[in-house]
Nanobody, 118 residues
């Protein structure tokens, strides 16, 4: 079992910034192959925002390119999502997701609420 703990959500005005953090226990962080950030609004499916693999390569969906940055600090067993120029449509619960070796089993965090006011 891998426990992912998200933090950093909150209320921000449009154009503002937030940084989300996703921390996994140090003993398991090294066997996480891919970590991604997803988001979900009520009544809609959870959608991918960005991913980072163990080697450091990143992927972003189009609607966050140029605004969000995913990064990781292996020493702190933490993945970050820096969100700049936030828009009201970015309002959602943001979830951290990890695929863990050897079988790529998926684990989810509890989610953190991000609210962007206009």
């Amino acid at each position: 079992q891998v426990q992912l703990v998200e933090s950093g959500g909150g209320l921000v005005q449009a154009g503002g910034s937030l940084r989300l953090s996703c921390t996994a226990p140090g003993s398991t962080f090294s066997i996480i192959k891919v970590i991604g950030w997803y988001r979900q609004v009520p009544g809609k499916q959870r959608e991918l925002v960005a991913t980072i693999v163990s080697g450091g390569s990143t992927h972003y969906v189009d609607f966050v390119k140029g605004r969000f940055t995913i990064s990781k600090d292996d020493a702190k067993s933490t993945v970050y999502l820096q969100m700049n120029n936030l828009r009201p449509e970015d309002t959602a619960v943001y979830y951290c997701n990890a695929h863990v070796l050897p079988d790529m089993r998926a684990y989810w965090g509890q989610g953190t609420q991000v609210t962007v006011s206009s």
